[in-house]
């Protein structure tokens, strides 16, 4: 995604990172472009509270934004002006095909003509291609089971080790009451679903750029 950004918005993008968790998209754009900056949203106060601590300003090129983008109002917390980039990485398929319609017309607002939207996710094959869809997930399922380096966390042992920790019982304790529910399961469309909104909120251009599978960005020009 930053090779994309690179080559379409130049060295000195204004980049807006949703569901940004840690900061770790930013964090590689900010690195290998020295003059760009960075909006980075999230609503899980625990991930912003690592990400703003870990990661920090970057010498006033990162700002860090709690807002939920279920929210139609999410784009009010957002500093003013335009941006040339939006990007994205596994984090939209945790929301359903109409929050995704006016998310991406809410993008498609936020960014300047001829800016780009890269939506890094799993983007699945459609219903109709059984044997393709049956086949990736049996490879997600055989690169996610093994053994694991010595010292590695799974997801769960994560969050069980941050639940512990003193300095985030407020953090905890708000997302908590933010996701009372796991949201696994949600019913996302598929990728011919993600191009259909996006080209539906104004987007001109919407292809995948790069692909492993289903793990696919898509990349819609304004």
């Not at 939006?86 to 929301?95: F, N």
């Not at 109709?128 to 089971?145: H, I, Q, Y």
């Not at 994560?158 to 905890?172: F, G, K, Q, Y």
């Amino acid at each position: 995604m930053v090779d994309w950004i690179s080559t379409l918005e130049g060295r000195r993008p204004r980049c807006l990172d949703l569901g940004c968790g840690t900061g770790s998209v930013s964090e590689r754009i900010l690195a290998n472009l020295p003059a760009a900056r960075c909006v980075g949203v999230d609503y899980d106060p625990i991930l912003l509270r690592v990400g703003a601590t870990a990661l920090g300003s970057v010498r006033g090129r990162m700002t860090w934004v709690d807002a939920d983008l279920r929210s139609r109002a999410w784009t009010r917390r957002l500093p003013r002006g335009k941006f040339d980039a939006v990007v994205s990485s596994t984090a939209l398929h945790w929301l359903t095909g109409a929050e995704l319609q006016r998310l991406y017309r809410q993008v498609a607002g936020q960014l300047r003509p001829g800016g780009v939207f890269l939506n890094a996710d799993q983007l699945r094959f459609p219903e109709s291609s059984r044997t393709l869809r049956a086949a990736a997930r049996a490879r997600r399922r055989r690169d996610t089971v093994g053994p694991r380096p010595a010292g590695a966390l799974t997801w769960s042992d994560w969050w069980e080790a941050i639940a512990r920790d003193p300095a985030l019982v407020t953090e905890s304790a708000l997302r908590a009451r933010r996701f009372p529910h796991e949201h696994h399961g949600t019913p996302t469309p598929d990728l011919a679903g993600h191009a259909t909104r996006m080209r539906a909120a104004g987007f001109r251009e919407v292809e995948v750029v790069w692909a492993d599978g289903e793990s696919r960005v898509l990349a819609a020009v304004r």
